[in-house]
């Protein structure tokens, strides 16, 4: 009788401690994604003029609005600033950016 209430509990014990090994492992490598997905660019507003400055060059520009209509679409525009106009009656749009490398960002934008 002694030995099977013995067995139970150390496999209980064995148990609760994978499990907190198991969860302590994936945090650091959240982190490390997180650090190598930054965005080489900043959206800058004033009212509805809005203007994109990149580290590198932009190759390509597309904004289109939350009912998805393209407003803007602009290629191989190899510069490292854009800017633009809100469109009007929207509040909210995406913006998409190209960079020379190939890269792609989206980005949800809005004005109020």
Do not use: D
Not at 55 to 66: G, Y
């Amino acid at each position: 009788m002694v030995k099977p209430a013995i067995r139970i509990t150390f496999l209980l014990v064995l148990l609760l401690t994978s499990f907190a090994f198991i969860h302590a492992q994936a945090k650091p490598l959240r982190s490390e994604e997180t650090k190598s997905t930054t965005k080489p660019f900043k959206i800058l507003t004033n009212g509805r003029q809005i203007t994109i400055q990149a580290r590198q060059t932009i190759k390509s520009v597309m904004l289109w609005t939350a009912g998805g209509h393209r407003f803007i679409e602009e290629k191989n525009l190899n510069t490292t600033s854009y800017t633009f106009t809100f469109p009007p009656k929207e509040k909210i749009c995406f913006l998409m950016i190209e960079t020379a490398e190939g890269k792609r960002f989206t980005e949800k934008i809005g004005v109020q």
